[in-house]
T-cell receptor, first 111, second 116 residues
Framework: DAKTTQPTSMDCAEGRAANLPCNHS???????VYWYRQIHSQGPQYIIHGLKNNETNEMASLIITEDRKSSTLILPHATLRDTAVYYCIVRVPSNTGKLIFGQGTTLQVKP | EAEVAQSPRYKITEKSQAVAFWCDPI?????LYWYRQILGQGPELLVQ????????DSQLPKDRFSAERLKGVDSTLKIQPAELGDSAMYLCASSSSKIRGYYEQYFGPGTRLTVT
């Protein structure tokens, strides 16, 4: 699975959009980009995933560059409850695939 | 909404003692995972089951850790003897639903182990 690089930490004002970047320059053609987040003292929670097209769901939007070497997770209106560690993971989807977590980005949403 | 259940939520044990964690996955989920998360790091897979069979235990310290899923439903992870370095959060996850080729993993709340 391709390696990812994320900033260690970021701040965001409540109500503003939070844009979390992820670099995955060694991604291969059949690897998807996934995002999970982990709120303090809880297990990780799936957010969104994509291959090459931009994706949106009720939680967030995922923007993947045309060369697929980087992506951005967007939380359109961040709330205090969005304070968490956000993990960007690149992998081939399968029912035997483990998730390889890096250090992630700690997002602090401030009032 | 169905959830992955884990117990206990917190466990304090002395080194050299035995400790066990229990996980009940979401009903119908055939795949079960145990991850370990050391403070300040991301979770790391210890063992993966497909039904009652082990699919991946390459990172499981087999001299002291064991895991079973006898009937392909709930699972137990055991450590014997516990060492100070085993202090961590132990997370259980399950998956089954296929969303456009991706098997989303649902995580439980974890068991926080402290070895003294």
């Amino acid at each position: 699975d391709a390696k990812t690089t994320q900033p260690t930490s970021m701040d965001c004002a409540e109500g503003r959009a939070a844009n979390l970047p992820c670099n995955h320059s060694t991604i291969s053609g059949n690897e998807y980009v996934y995002w999970y987040r982990q709120i303090h003292s809880q297990g990780p929670q799936y957010i969104i995933h994509g291959l090459k097209n931009n994706e949106t769901n009720e939680m967030a939007s995922l923007i993947i560059t045309e060369d697929r070497k980087s992506s951005t997770l967007i939380l359109p209106h961040a709330t205090l409850r969005d304070t968490a560690v956000y993990y960007c993971i690149v992998r081939v989807p399968s029912n035997t695939g483990k998730l390889i977590f890096g250090q992630g980005t700690t997002l602090q949403v401030k009032p | 909404e169905a959830e992955v259940a884990q117990s206990p939520r917190y466990k304090i044990t002395e080194k050299s003692q035995a400790v066990a964690f229990w996980c009940d996955p979401i009903s119908g989920h055939a795949t079960l995972y145990w991850y370990r998360q050391i403070l300040g790091q991301g979770p790391e897979l210890l063992v993966q089951f497909q039904d009652e069979s082990v699919v991946d235990d390459s990172q499981l310290p087999k001299d002291r850790f064991s895991a079973e899923r006898l009937k392909g439903v709930d699972s137990t992870l055991k450590i014997q003897p516990a060492e100070l370095g085993d202090s961590a959060m132990y997370l259980c996850a399950s998956s089954s639903s296929k969303i456009r080729g991706y098997y989303e993993q649902y995580f439980g709340p974890g068991t926080r182990l402290t070895v003294t």
